[in-house]
């Protein structure tokens, strides 16, 4: 189960989607309210998110899944598993934001006026260059995949009033508790110096909620990782998922519904 994140289109991960389903079958969705979102949700606010988990395993049969969240995703995911730990299988948290997150001041900034700030919004996209290059070993070999992903995110354009509607309900949503919650955990983020959206500080703080929980750097990546090294992604993950079920059959298949430190290098 893939949780996108903030910009709430599934789409946006599509390529860390098709290497994913190379290895194990892949349930993922658009946030709930999103017009392409499969459900209506019967509950408001960030709830409505958690419920949503709920519904795709429903509707895919499944009583129990690993459960990725990517970003935003993540606290999904984990809220996701506060309330329902016996329909989670493990808990891959990749770049996540933890219970602990506020807007920052930069955040705070667009959430003032989503939609007049927006050109300033995808202008300061370039923070994210550096982590491009570094993923593809050069700024000029990182130039085409940014416009191949710049134009995959331009067809699934995202709301930016509610981007910052989420990003507001984060911040309130009580994610607590989380310590009584035992179930496997990996906890992956990029190199510290490449992330500029989440620090992977604030991820880690999930390696403190679970000391049990097998912390994972993803090599010449920020927060991008899933999308600009989808292969290493998905190996990761599918390792992962393999790893919290022994014995299970791997089976390639893609359901898109409308505590040591490694390094993978």
Wanted: aromatic share 8%; hydrophobic share 45%; charged share 20%.
């Amino acid at each position: 189960m893939l949780v996108p994140g903030v910009q709430g289109r599934w789409e946006w991960m599509e390529p860390a989607v098709d290497a994913l389903a190379q290895h194990c079958r892949v349930i993922t969705f658009s946030l709930a309210d999103e017009p392409s979102a499969e459900w209506e949700s019967h509950v408001n606010g960030f709830e409505a998110y958690v419920e949503q988990v709920a519904q795709a395993l429903d509707a895919c049969g499944l009583q129990r899944a690993v459960v990725c969240g990517a970003s935003y995703g993540g606290l999904v995911a984990v809220a996701f598993a506060q309330r329902f730990p016996e329909r989670v299988t493990g808990l891959a948290l990749v770049s996540a934001i933890p219970p602990s997150w506020r807007p920052d001041a930069r955040v705070k900034f667009f959430m003032r006026s989503p939609n007049l700030l927006l050109p300033l919004f995808l202008l300061g996209a370039l923070r994210l260059y550096p982590e491009v290059a570094a993923a593809y070993n050069g700024w000029w070999r990182g130039l085409w995949p940014s416009i191949r992903q710049g134009a995959l995110a331009l067809a699934h354009f995202p709301a930016p009033a509610r981007m910052a509607r989420r990003a507001s309900l984060a911040a309130d949503a009580a994610v607590d508790g989380l310590a009584s919650v035992q179930l496997p955990v990996l906890v992956v983020t990029g190199e510290a110096g490449l992330d500029r959206v989440v620090p992977t500080e604030l991820t880690t703080e999930y390696t403190r909620i679970w000391p049990h929980a097998t912390a994972v750097t993803l090599a010449r990546t920020g927060h991008l990782g899933l999308v600009t090294r989808p292969g290493e992604f998905a190996g990761l993950i599918a390792g992962f998922a393999e790893s919290c079920e022994p014995g299970a059959a791997r089976k390639p298949r893609n359901d898109v519904l409308e505590s040591p430190e490694r390094r993978v290098g």
